[in-house]
């Protein structure tokens, strides 16, 4: 079983920064494949970020065509959290953000991901 804990959302202007971050419970947080997600009022759950562990023994990141470039995945495995670093924010951006922890590679997709946190509240202004 993992716990996840997600926190540093809140309401930022267009171009700002926001770092968010997921607290994980158990001891095999870093066999997990962790993602971020967003969802949007009357929206879908769509994919943000993933980090995860490749054959190649490292850490592999995808992100999503709407957010390269400005939007950074990264985790600590020995504080068990993992971190979205959101830079030149969008109103489009705002949602609610999840953490999420899986063990398939396909990391795109929430139904390939068995926990997942409460959210963060993420909000742009123009």
């Known amino acids: 079983q993992v716990q996840l804990v997600e926190s540093g959302g809140g309401l930022v202007q267009a171009g700002d920064s926001l770092r968010l971050s997921c607290a994980a419970s158990g001891r095999t947080f870093s066999t997990y494949a962790m993602g971020w997600f967003r969802q949007a009022p009357g929206k879908e759950r769509e994919f943000v970020a993933a980090?995860?562990?490749?054959?190649?023994?490292?850490?592999?990141?995808e992100y999503a065509d709407s957010v390269k470039g400005r939007f950074t995945i990264s985790r600590d495995n020995a504080k068990y959290t993992v971190y979205l670093q959101m830079n030149s924010l969008k109103p489009e951006d705002t949602a609610v953000y999840f953490c999420?922890?899986?063990?398939?590679?396909?990391?795109?997709?929430?139904?390939?991901?068995?926990?997942w946190g409460q959210g963060t509240q993420v909000t742009v202004s123009s």
């Open positions: 999420a922890a899986g063990r398939r590679s396909t990391v795109v997709v929430t139904p390939n991901y068995d926990y």
């Open positions: 980090i995860r562990w490749t054959s190649d023994k490292i850490y592999y990141a």
